[in-house]
C-alpha cells in the first residue's frame, strides 16, 4: 500500500529557530499533501494544502508567512514552522493521496512532535 | 465551517464487548471515513464509505454511511485490547479536502 514518511518524528527547538519538517511519499507521485497540527487530545486541524509547483492554500487563521509550506517534487512536501515561539509546539501530520484518488481516503505520515522550548 | 459531531467522546471497553460510536453533520459529504489514531501516530484508513446508505465492514469494524448523507458510524464487534486508541471520522468536501470529527477515545476498563 501506499506509504508516506515523515520526518523528524521528534523535535526539540529553542523559541525563536526554525524548524523544518519534510513529508515524503514513498512509492507514489503526490501532486497534493496536507498539513495537519493536532493538539493534545484533540482532533487535526488542516493548516494548509501544498500542491506541488504552485503556491500553498492556507486555512483560514493560519499564518503562511510562519508556516512556510514548499511542494518542489511529486514526492516531497516541506513544512517549515518559522521563528517558534512555545505555543507552536504541538503534533504535525501530513497526508497525501494514496494514488486511487481521495475517495480511497489519504495515507498519512507518523507525525512530528514538536516542543518549542 | 463545516464540522463532523462525533460521539462518545470517550469510552471504557470490556474485552469482548462491541463498541459503536457515530458522527453526524450539518452537510452533506459525499465520501465518509473512519480512521483509528495510536499514540504518537498519524491517522490509518479503517473503512471508507462511497455511497448512501452503504453498509461495510472489515473483519470485525462495520461503517455505514446515512441515507441522508449526513451521518455515519462504525461498530467493532467482539473487542479486543488492540482496539484502544482513537477512531475518527472524517468527510470528504469539496476540493478533496477531509473534516475531521472529534475522535472517540477508546479504553479498556480496569
Known amino acids: 500500500g501506499a506509504v508516506v514518511s515523515q520526518h523528524p518524528s521528534r523535535v526539540i527547538c529553542k523559541s525563536g529557530t526554525s524548524v523544518k519538517i519534510e513529508c515524503r511519499s514513498l512509492?507514489?507521485?503526490?501532486?497534493?499533501m496536507f498539513w495537519y497540527r493536532q493538539f493534545p487530545k484533540q482532533s487535526l486541524m488542516l493548516m494548509a494544502t501544498?500542491?506541488?509547483?504552485?503556491?500553498?492554500?492556507?486555512e483560514q487563521g493560519v499564518e503562511k508567512d510562519k508556516f512556510l509550506i514548499n511542494h518542489a517534487s511529486l514526492t516531497l512536501s516541506t513544512l517549515t514552522v518559522t521563528s517558534a515561539h512555545p505555543e507552536d509546539s504541538s503534533f504535525y501530520i501530513c497526508?497525501?493521496?494514496?494514488?486511487?484518488?481521495?475517495?480511497?481516503?489519504?495515507?498519512f505520515g507518523s507525525g512530528t512532535r514538536l516542543t518549542v522550548v | 465551517g463545516q464540522q463532523l459531531n462525533q460521539s462518545p467522546q470517550s469510552m471504557f471497553i470490556q474485552e469482548g464487548e462491541d463498541v459503536s460510536m457515530n458522527c453526524t453533520s450539518s452537510?452533506?459529504?459525499?465520501?465518509w471515513l473512519w480512521y483509528k489514531q495510536d499514540p504518537g501516530e498519524g491517522p490509518v484508513l479503517l473503512i471508507a464509505?462511497?455511497?448512501?446508505?452503504e453498509l461495510t465492514s472489515n473483519g470485525r469494524l462495520t461503517a455505514q454511511f446515512g441515507i441522508t448523507r449526513k451521518d455515519s458510524f462504525l461498530n467493532i464487534s467482539a473487542s479486543i485490547p488492540s482496539d484502544v486508541g482513537i477512531y475518527f471520522c472524517?468527510?470528504?468536501?469539496?476540493?478533496?479536502?477531509?473534516?475531521f470529527g472529534g475522535g472517540t477515545r477508546l479504553m479498556v476498563k480496569p
Open positions: 464509505l462511497y455511497k448512501a446508505g
Open positions: 501544498s500542491n506541488e509547483g504552485s503556491k500553498a492554500t492556507y
Open positions: 472524517a468527510g470528504l468536501r469539496a476540493g478533496n479536502m477531509l473534516t
Open positions: 512509492d507514489f507521485q503526490a501532486t497534493t
Open positions: 497526508s497525501a493521496e494514496g494514488g486511487g484518488g481521495a475517495e480511497d481516503g489519504y495515507t
Open positions: 452537510s452533506i459529504f459525499n465520501t
